[in-house]
């Protein structure tokens, strides 16, 4: 007890010191004036103080739970209850039902951030296809998103040609864009990858801002006409509903989609890629094929929620697509659980709405952001629900399960 | 971790209906901007502009017997970000709206606030297409658009300065790249004078030292600079470094008083067009006292805009007597306001009448008005 | 020609900036292959020290190289004190654990620290005090080249000096290489491998701090957000000279503000990103590991 009194005594003397000129001074050179915070420092040590104890008995916990599951070997509740198709099924039922009477409830600012949500979802399920399955690792997943949008937004402003002519075109654009980034880099490993994409993702968003005439540059492109429901009229709240609802539509769509995947010929041969890249091109598999088909795939679904952003904001302009957002998406699939398409669904919930609801929080919102991602990763690094390889097994042998 | 955004989602829940219950008793007054991310130093200013109007309002009776509540939230300049501000907002029942400082982010909220009937007042927005294309009958601004400043630089290098070689340089955003491309357009249209390069540099960047060499090889006389004062006084400095006499002439994004505290000498004999001097204004000083009293520091880019904005909103409403969108913008239309960027009213597309531009040198440390 | 020279000193002076920030990548990516994209808010961090420390400075009455000296040495003081608390907090609980999940926790970290800055100090750009002077005998060739690019790059690379000699010649250097080569093995001959990744993050820090300290004085301005801009070049500049080699980070780096500033020079500053990431996927395909970048051979 009193080892850890002073251990916390410590700590916070080491952040008072940390934090001190940052947080105690300001100057102002052209005034010639310093300002002292006293009080600050004195939150910050208090604060430090006590976080520490919380900190330590977290962490203390999560070391326990560790040890637990190193001896119990067993998954969580969760992962036991999704096993069984009779509970999944009916939670899915439950879900898709709640999902559809949520516009009719909620208050349109609800709907507006639950697409955003939605939007996601999509975003981080195709990026799943390429980092958690294939194991490529990708931080400029936002150009094939750009693509989608910017497609829809010159298609209907040039040609005036509709939302619903323009979600596959968008998506097959996002897969060929995919497939020209990924020739390039088939040689390339981990982390050279990473910052080849981030490149990309750089080099697109830079293409759009100089090429004026191409893009219309930084002003971006406005009044890009909303989804059209047989040429109604409609007001923005039940423009908003509509919306919502190609959007669940859309997710449910990736969710089959990605799970029938997950689980073909192309999508085994992805696992294999990433578990080990030599073994798996000794059995046969064609490494070209499978990692274009990745990115292909991948890029597919950020082309096509692409296209329905953009006609969701209604506006465009280059700084939607930075490389904050790429590590956004990429933050969803790794603290949902790489692989696992649940984790995903409620890593896109936890990312893009917990800013929202710390609104509350106006100025700390962000630091509270970074603070979160932080913490999660650290007390479930593996993700809030990790991919669980479905196994076939004899019944009669006595069940023995990794985790994959 | 489910239980704590659970646990989050339901305060924020109570917070909304806490809000809500006293929604009747209030003039509810949206403020929207970069509050966070790498352009909020762009709208933080407006936020805390607004927050000493509502104090001193409410501290003097309200508007219409009613106090004013503020509605504050961020949009980080991006237009997705902005409508979901924008829906936030409107579902708060919010009358009017100040905001949205990027040109972008406002006119992504604009076709909400439209179908919804709010009011918004952008102190920094200065996209010529908000007013002039006729889309958005619910827009006001206290700037003036970015023509009118284009127009009145391209004017000033040609005929003042005399200058024949002209270099236009941008920072690749929406504003500074659509002032320059308007001044461009007015050099090449004037006959006087040519553009010897036109290009965009990246903000943020370390350095501009080679694409301040080539302005140099190119014998540019004057160097037409179009985003904001960061760039701005790197560009500056470079140039007094290496010792070069280019005339420096650019938009309000630089004349900002942090231009002058970061480019210090450098920035001696720099021009840029900017709102009319004001300091003589008595609520003009009034503002920056008020926010020296309450920061300890300056206020930062369009303070002042925000300031009058957040005036000429509320005086609107207390002019009409209510809070109806029809009366309201027809008072923004009609009656003048005393505010710290002048005495304005909007003409019927949005912008401001009595916001006059100048053009400013800097001498001795501080902006001096040429013309 | 002198417009080649000056192109090529400008970047040569940008380079050895990202040089400086790329080896603090570089070196903790060949410990523990991690991307410590939280990297960049520590240049930021000890830029913003430095300020700090130099208005104190300055406002109580020192003045000249003595304020420069102080303020660097406090600057590099809290950017390794924040590089070591960072790995404590953000990095080592995550060892052991799936590669990507550190990689996230460093986004959020970054995020994080800049808005700590942002909300500490303020969201406006501050005025850096010009601490480097003007030399006299500068002055002939002060359109080529002046005297903070004279210092930054004398600097950066006395730096570079010095942290060879130190990985090279000394045993701390020794077990910094043992470990990067085989963490268990180093385990197993008596390295305290946790110190010498502590010691790792605040040797880069320590760099970063520097390049934070000199960039700052030489465009005169700090940000809460000029880490991220940095922070990625660097990062490109590490991989291109191929990540986890030093000489390498320092050959990309240089290669890196060459690329940007001729391009800028000759072609169109509008295009300088697309020809920086455009060279690196080119020397990415003809060398896959980058230029310096030992191919690590696979063995089945």
Redesign the interface.
């Known amino acids: 007890m009193l080892k850890d009194f002073k251990q916390s005594i410590l700590i916070s003397i080491?952040f008072v010191?940390?934090?001190f000129?940052?947080?105690a001074?300001?100057?102002?050179?052209?005034e010639?004036?310093?300002e002292w915070r006293w009080m600050?420092i004195l939150w910050v040590a208090i604060g430090s103080f006590v976080l520490s104890y919380a900190w330590r008995y977290f962490?203390a916990k999560k070391q326990l739970k560790k040890k637990d599951d190193e001896e119990g070997g067993k998954h969580s509740k969760l992962q036991l209850l999704m096993e069984d198709m009779n509970f999944r099924y009916k939670a899915m039922g439950v879900l898709l039902v709640l999902a559809l009477v949520f516009p009719l409830v909620f208050d349109t600012y609800q709907n507006t951030i639950m697409i955003s949500a939605l939007i996601y979802v999509v975003l981080g399920l195709g990026l799943n296809i390429s980092?958690g399955l294939a194991g490529l690792?990708d931080l400029g997943y936002v150009a094939f998103f750009a693509v989608g949008a910017y497609s829809y937004a010159l298609l209907n402003y040039h040609f005036d040609l509709g939302f619903w002519t323009i979600l596959p075109v968008g998506g097959i654009l996002g897969c060929l864009f995919g497939v020209v980034l990924g020739f390039?880099?088939l040689?390339?490993?981990g982390?050279?990858l990473?910052?080849?994409t981030?490149?990309?993702g750089?080099?697109i968003k830079?293409?759009l801002e100089?090429w004026s005439s191409f893009s219309f540059g930084p002003s971006g492109i406005a009044n890009i006409d909303k989804p059209g429901l047989f040429g109604m009229d409609m007001n923005i709240d039940s423009s908003t509903i509509y919306i919502y609802y190609i959007m669940i539509a859309l997710v449910v769509f990736t969710i089959l989609i990605t799970n029938r995947l997950k689980n073909s010929r192309i999508g085994r041969a992805w696992i294999a890629l990433r578990e080990d890249e030599?073994?798996c091109v000794?059995m046969g598999i064609d490494m070209a094929r499978t990692k274009l088909s990745a990115y292909a795939l991948g890029a597919f679904w950020a082309g096509m929620v692409g296209v329905l952003f953009a006609a969701k904001t209604t506006f465009i302009n280059p700084a939607s697509f930075t490389?904050m957002e790429s590590?956004i998406i990429?933050?969803i699939v790794?603290?949902g659980g790489?692989g696992s398409i649940l984790g995903v669904i409620l890593g896109a919930f936890i990312l893009i709405l917990l800013p929202e609801y710390l609104r509350a929080f106006s100025?700390?919102r962000?630091?509270a952001?970074?603070?979160?991602?932080?913490l999660m990763?650290?007390f479930r690094?593996?993700?809030i629900i990790s991919g669980i390889r479905t196994k076939y097994e004899y019944k009669e042998l006595k069940e023995e399960t990794d985790n994959g | 971790m489910k239980k704590f955004t659970v646990l989050l989602s339901t305060a924020a829940l109570l917070l909304s209906l806490a809000t809500a219950g006293f929604a009747a008793d209030t003039i509810k007054l949206g403020v929207a901007g970069p509050h966070?991310?790498?352009l909020?130093?762009y709208g933080?200013p407006s936020m805390k502009a607004a927050q000493l109007v509502v104090k001193k309002i409410n501290a003097a009776g309200g508007v219409l017997g009613k106090q004013v509540e503020l509605l504050i939230q961020d949009d980080q300049c991006k237009p997705e970000m902005a409508t979901n501000a924008a829906t936030k907002l409107v579902t708060d029942g919010a009358h009017v709206v100040l905001g949205h400082i990027c040109s972008g982010a406002t006119k992504a909220a604009l076709g909400i606030y439209n179908d919804a009937k709010v009011p918004v007042m952008s102190p920094s927005a200065t996209n010529p297409a908000l007013t002039q294309s006729g889309d958005y009958p619910n827009f006001f601004r206290t700037i003036a658009s970015d023509d009118m400043q284009a127009r009145m630089a391209v004017d000033f290098t040609i005929n003042d300065l005399g200058m024949k070689k002209v270099a236009v340089l941008h920072d690749?955003g929406d504003y500074g790249k659509g002032f320059a491309e308007f001044a461009k357009k007015f050099l090449e249209e004037s006959g006087k004078a040519e553009v010897v390069l036109f290009?965009?540099?990246?903000p943020?960047?370390?350095?501009y030292?080679?694409?301040i060499?080539?302005v140099r090889?190119e014998k540019a006389e004057a160097l037409i600079w179009g985003g904001y004062?960061?760039e701005a006084?790197?560009i500056v400095?470079?140039m007094k470094?290496?010792?070069?006499k280019a005339a420096f002439v650019s938009d309000d994004g630089v004349k900002d008083d942090?231009f002058l505290?970061?480019?210090?000498k450098?920035a001696e004999g720099a021009y840029m067009t900017g709102p009319r001097d004001l300091s003589g204004n008595a609520l003009n000083k009034a503002a920056n006292d008020e926010f020296k009293a309450e920061y300890g520091?300056d206020p930062?880019a369009f303070f002042q805009e925000g300031y009058s904005a957040a005036l000429a909103l509320l005086n609107a409403i207390e002019k009409a007597g209510t809070t109806d969108y029809d009366k309201v913008v027809a008072a923004l239309r009609t009656e003048y306001v005393e505010t710290p960027v002048g005495k304005i009213k909007f003409d019927a597309r949005g912008d401001a009448e009595g916001v006059g531009f100048s053009v400013y040198t800097v001498e001795n440390g501080a902006f001096k008005e040429l013309k | 020609m002198d417009?080649f020279l000056?192109?090529f000193l400008?970047?040569l002076?940008?380079g050895s900036?990202?040089a400086l920030i790329a080896l603090g990548y570089t070196m903790v990516?060949g410990i523990i292959?991690l991307?410590n994209f939280a990297h960049g808010e520590i240049y930021m961090?000890g830029a913003?020290?430095a300020?700090?420390?130099a208005?104190?400075l300055?406002?109580y009455g020192f003045a000249g190289i003595s304020v420069l000296v102080l303020a660097a040495i406090?600057a590099i003081i809290?950017a390794c004190?924040?590089g070591y608390?960072l790995e404590k907090?953000?990095y080592r609980?995550?060892r052991g654990?799936?590669r990507?999940?550190?990689?996230?926790?460093a986004?959020?970290?970054?995020?994080?620290?800049?808005?700590?800055?942002?909300?500490?100090?303020?969201?406006?750009?501050?005025?850096f005090?010009?601490l480097i002077p003007d030399f006299e005998f500068m002055e002939p060739v002060?359109?080529i080249i002046?005297s903070?690019e004279l210092v930054i790059l004398i600097t950066t690379f006395v730096t570079m000096i010095l942290l060879t000699l130190l990985i090279k010649k000394t045993k701390v250097g020794k077990a910094m290489r043992a470990t990067q080569q085989d963490m268990s093995m180093a385990r197993l001959v008596g390295i305290n491998v946790d110190r010498i990744i502590s010691l790792t993050f605040i040797i880069g820090s320590a760099l970063a701090a520097i390049g934070g300290v000199l960039?700052a004085s030489?465009?005169?301005?700090v940000?809460f957000?000029?880490g991220?801009?940095?922070g990625?070049?660097a990062?490109?500049a590490a991989?291109l000279g191929g990540?986890g080699s030093i000489p390498g980070a320092v050959l990309g780096g240089l290669v890196l503000g060459w690329t940007?500033?001729?391009a800028?020079?000759y072609v169109?500053?509008?295009?300088?990103?697309?020809f920086?990431?455009?060279l690196?996927?080119l020397i990415?395909?003809l060398r896959?590991?980058?230029i310096l970048g030992k191919a690590r051979k696979?063995k089945?």
């Open positions: 080491w010191f940390l934090t000129p940052l947080m001074v300001r100057v102002n050179t052209t010639q004036m310093v600050t962490l980092v690792l390039p880099i040689r390339l490993r982390d050279y990473a910052i080849v981030l490149g990309f750089m080099i830079v293409v100089n030599i073994a000794a490389f590590a990429l933050s790794v603290l790489m100025e700390y962000m630091l952001f970074g603070a979160a991602m932080v990763m650290i690094p593996q993700g | 966070s991310g790498d909020a130093p933080i690749k290009e965009g540099v990246t943020g960047a370390m350095d030292s080679s694409i060499q080539k090889r004062h960061p006084s790197k400095a470079q470094r290496k010792r070069m942090s505290k970061v480019a210090g450098s520091a930062g | 417009y000056e192109l400008g970047g002076t940008r900036i990202y990516y292959q991307i961090i913003f020290v300020l700090i420390v208005g104190i300055t406002i406090a809290w004190a924040y608390t907090i953000a609980p995550l654990a799936p990507l999940s550190p990689l996230i926790s986004i959020g970290m970054s995020i994080f620290l800049q808005n700590y800055v942002l909300l500490a100090q303020t969201s406006d750009f501050l005025p005090p010009n002060a359109h002046g903070p960039v030489y465009i005169g301005q940000n957000y000029i991220f801009l940095a990625v070049k990062f490109t991989v990540i940007e500033s001729f800028a020079g169109s500053s509008d295009y300088e990103d697309v920086a990431f455009g690196l996927v990415l395909i896959p590991a980058g696979q089945v």
